[in-house]
Every structure is written in C-alpha cells, then in structure tokens.
C-alpha cells in the first residue's frame, strides 16, 4: 500500500512543491488565468479523453450494477451536505467563505487518488464500483451541484435567482465535454489526436496541482486552516464512516463492495474545488488548505477503513 500510495501523491507532491517554489517570481494576474483556462480548456479536455476511453460499456452485467452505484453516489452527496449544513451555523464568522467550505467538504472531486489506490485494496471485479462512483461523482457533485453551490456564493443576495443556477449548470463545458467524449467513444479519430488527448489528462493534473502550490504559498496567515481542517474531517473521515454504515443497515452490502464505496467517498478533495473558487472568485485558501490536510488524513484513515468495512 505504502509504494501504492507514493506513485498516487506523486503528482501532487512534485507539482504542488513547485508552485510553493515559483510563487514569487509569478506575475499576479498568472494564478487566476490558470485556474479559469483549467475551467474552460483544461478540465473540459481530461474529461472528454476520460469519457472516450471509458469502459461503462464494458462493464460485467452484475445485477443492479448501472443502477446502484449512481444511487449510493448521489445519495453521498446528499449525505455529505446534511451534514455540512449545521457545521455551517457554527462558523458564521466565516460566511464569506460558506461556498469554498461546501466544495471542500463534499463536492471536491474524488477520482484521482481514488482510482489510484483503490484497485490495490478491492477484488478486480468490484472495480467498475469504484470507476462508476467516480464518473458519478465528477459529473453530478463538482461540475453538477458545486457549480451550483459557487455560482450561488459568488452572487449577492439580490442578483441571485433559480435561473441564474440553472443557466450555470447548463453552460458548464465540463459536462459537454463529458457528454460528447461518450457519444463519440466509437469514432476512431487519428492517432495523434488520440495520443494527444491522453497526454493532455497529465498536463492537466500537473496544472492543477500547479495552482494548488501557488494558492499554498499565497496563503494569507491561518484564518483558513480551521474550517479547512473542519472541512478535511467531514471530507475523509465522517462520510465514509456513515456511507459504510448505511451501505450496510440499509443496502446489506458487505466485503468489497462496501469497502469500494466507502473507500471512494472518504478520498481527498482534490483540485475540482480550486478550480471552481477561482472561475466564481470564492475563498481560495480554504480549498487548497483542505486539499493538503485531506490528503494527509487519508494516510491515518485508510487502514482503519479496510479493517472495518473490509
């Protein structure tokens, strides 16, 4: 697991190292015009390469299998904000920073440590749960509620209304990106177009961890760091516990199943909710503060989680 482990962070741990490095000598306009690009380019490029090698298709025909596993997703989600909601009445000297702290503790996506270190820890033939959780996951909580959640925070209270969500979730070029990589997974296109759209999803993951390291060093004192750590708590700690609960009083799952749901809901934010914070302008130092501290407490976390659920 450790040697599983250190190949998943590596990406984080190099990338994220230079932007604390290069921080100083960047231009200040440089960080917010990453993580828009990423918004509109970057992201929307990974998922349409993503979406055209995925094998949703192929999947073995288990019984409640395309069914279940959007339900159990969708429902963590739902889950995930019942809890943030109280959480939120406590920390009303930070409602500047309400938005930032919902994408951080729920909605940040949880697919590239997930289906790193997953696959290690689960039969082979459970892992379409955990691939189907994470594509779930991606479309419905980031790009899905979290562009939502945002788009709300970022408005005053007078410019907001339902149609001004609606049109955000309807112009997300994430999902249309998502949706057009799967409509055309059949359509061969020419070799270097294909190899090109697979090296793009590693030159976006090192932008992304870029702009986490960037958003680190620019840290503004510690004002962030204890609704992040809140946020990383209920993030990798408190929804895995209760989704392995419940998998298990509600649904009776048990063995592999269980542990690939509880393992992918309990991952690290990850550079989703970054992205988001710079595209509506929300609270930056939170989210890339809970990235860090999630993605330490997921060391802690992981052992206990398979001698439970297991």
């Known amino acids: 697991m450790t040697e599983t482990l250190f190949h998943a962070y590596m990406p984080l741990i190099v990338w994220t190292s230079l932007g604390l490095f290069i921080c100083r000598f960047l231009p200040q306009w440089l960080p917010r015009f990453l993580g828009r690009g990423l918004y509109w380019i970057g992201v929307p490029l990974e998922l349409f390469a993503l979406a055209r090698q995925s094998q949703l298709g192929n999947f073995n025909h288990e019984i409640g299998l395309p069914l279940i596993v959007p339900i159990i997703t969708v429902a963590t989600?739902?889950?995930?904000?019942?809890?943030?909601?109280?959480?939120?009445?406590?920390?009303?000297?930070?409602?500047?920073?309400?938005?930032?702290?919902?994408?951080?503790?729920?909605?940040?996506?949880?697919?590239?440590?997930?289906?790193?270190?997953?696959?290690?820890?689960?039969?082979?033939?459970?892992?379409?749960?955990?691939?189907?959780?994470?594509?779930?996951?991606?479309?419905?909580?980031?790009?899905?509620?979290?562009?939502?959640?945002?788009?709300?925070?970022?408005?005053?209270?007078?410019?907001?209304?339902?149609?001004?969500?609606?049109?955000?979730?309807?112009?997300?070029?994430?999902l249309w990106a998502f949706l057009v990589g799967t409509l055309t997974q059949k359509v061969q296109f020419p070799q270097t177009i294909e190899s090109g759209l697979q090296g793009c999803i590693s030159i976006v993951i090192a932008c992304a961890f870029l702009l986490t390291g960037i958003r680190?060093?620019?840290?503004?004192?510690?004002?962030?760091?204890?609704?992040?750590?809140?946020?990383?708590?209920?993030?990798?700690?408190?929804?895995?516990?209760?989704?392995?609960?419940?998998?298990?009083?509600?649904?009776?799952?048990?063995?592999?199943?269980?542990?690939?749901?509880?393992?992918?809901?309990?991952?690290?934010?990850?550079?989703?909710?970054?992205?988001?914070?710079?595209?509506?302008?929300?609270?930056?130092?939170?989210?890339?503060?809970?990235?860090?501290?999630?993605t330490v407490l997921l060391l802690l976390m992981l052992p206990l989680w398979v001698l439970l659920f297991g």
């Open 77 to 174: 989600l739902l889950l995930g904000l019942m809890v943030v909601l109280p959480i939120l009445w406590k920390f009303k000297e930070y409602s500047h920073a309400h938005g930032s702290f919902i994408l951080a503790a729920v909605l940040g996506n949880t697919g590239f440590v997930g289906l790193a270190i997953t696959p290690f820890l689960i039969n082979s033939e459970v892992l379409s749960w955990a691939v189907l959780y994470s594509i779930t996951h991606n479309v419905i909580g980031p790009y899905g509620f979290g562009v939502v959640v945002a788009s709300y925070f970022s408005q005053s209270k007078a410019a907001n209304s339902w149609w001004i969500q609606l049109r955000e979730v309807l112009t997300v070029p994430c």
């Open 216 to 294: 680190l060093a620019q840290l503004q004192g510690w004002k962030s760091i204890k609704p992040a750590f809140v946020a990383a708590i209920i993030k990798v700690c408190v929804i895995p516990l209760l989704v392995g609960v419940l998998t298990t009083w509600l649904l009776g799952l048990s063995g592999d199943r269980r542990l690939a749901m509880v393992l992918m809901s309990g991952m690290p934010s990850a550079f989703a909710g970054l992205i988001l914070a710079e595209e509506y302008n929300l609270d930056r130092d939170l989210i890339a503060s809970s990235i860090i501290i999630s």
